[in-house]
């Protein structure tokens, strides 16, 4: 697997216990903008077009990609979480999940009753399967 898609992956399993306050957090964005945009059309008329609010704050909602990518990659690992065996789920999660990380490789392949080495070939094995589910390069 190429490195930086390694490193990506890393990443998004690192983020993961937060992505749902993050997926919140881009939806206050997009519902709530910044209050500090000032009107620059002073005593200017009327819009032309009937305004619906809501159905474009939904459309808005929708098209964002940055949460569009966050609920993407939240739905990805919730998927390979279900459809791996438990081994693997909980070499990740011991690793990835937890913060502060407690626990080194060969203190995870002590918990599980593995090697260090089966420990990380079971996350190899998940992170290809994440890259394959995301479409990145292997």
Same mark, same amino acid.
């Given at each position: 697997m190429k490195q930086g898609t390694f490193k990506y992956i890393e990443q998004l399993l690192r983020d !993961?216990?937060?992505? #749902?306050? !993050? +997926? *919140?957090? /881009?939806e206050e964005e997009l519902i709530f903008p910044d209050e500090l945009a000032i009107d620059q059309n002073i005593g200017g008329g009327r819009s032309s077009f009937i305004s619906k609010p809501t159905e474009r704050m939904a459309i808005t909602i929708t098209e964002d *990609?940055? &949460?569009?990518? &966050? +609920? /993407? %990659?939240?739905? =990805? +690992?919730d998927k390979l979480i279900d459809e791996v065996d438990p081994i693997t789920v909980g070499v990740v999660q011991? $690793? %990835? $999940?937890? *913060?502060?990380r407690l626990r080194t490789w060969e203190g995870i392949a002590m918990d599980s009753g593995l090697s260090e080495r089966q420990c990380r070939r079971f996350r190899d094995k $998940? $992170?290809?399967?994440? =890259? #394959?589910? &995301?479409g990145l390069p292997i």
């Open positions: !993961y216990p937060e992505m #749902d306050n !993050y +997926i *919140k957090q /881009r *990609k940055r &949460l569009q990518m &966050l +609920i /993407r %990659y939240k739905r =990805a +690992i011991m $690793f %990835y $999940f937890q *913060k502060p $998940f $992170f290809v399967m994440m =890259a #394959d589910e &995301l």
